[in-house]
Nanobody
Framework: QVQLVESGGGSVQAGGSLRLSCVAS???????????MGWYRQAPGKQRELVAT???????NYAESVKGRFTISRDNAKNAIYLQASSLKPEDTAVYYC????????????WGQGTQVTVSS
């Protein structure tokens, strides 16, 4: 099993920045088979949506709505990923979830508990 713990959420004004962190813990075997980690978000009344992903090799992918504003990165030594969110907009308000996917899986296998990001205009 892998546990994911997020931190770094909060309230900011439009145009501000936040840095979200997610640390993975668990058995070394379980962590070593994680091939993809990422961030999803869910706003009230909406479906959970992909924000950004990063592979074990460092390749990244972003939702169109955050390209150029958000940056995902990872620190393999710390089993951690980060999301630098800049130029935040009110529509970025959501609960942000960290995810991890095992090799061969089609969908994330593990989820964090979520961290709230609120952007005021």
């Amino acid at each position: 099993q892998v546990q994911l713990v997020e931190s770094g959420g909060g309230s900011v004004q439009a145009g501000g920045s936040l840095r979200l962190s997610c640390v993975a813990s668990g058995s070394i075997f379980s962590i070593n088979v994680i091939s993809l980690m990422g961030w999803y978000r869910q706003a009230p009344g909406k479906q959970r949506e992909l924000v950004a992903t990063i592979t074990s090799g460092g390749s990244t992918n972003y939702a169109e709505s955050v390209k150029g504003r958000f940056t995902i990165s990872r620190d393999n030594a710390k089993n951690a990923i980060y999301l630098q969110a800049s130029s935040l907009k009110p529509e970025d308000t959501a609960v942000y979830y960290c995810s991890a996917k095992r090799s061969g899986s089609s969908y994330p296998n593990y989820w964090g508990q979520g961290t709230q990001v609120t952007v005021s205009s």
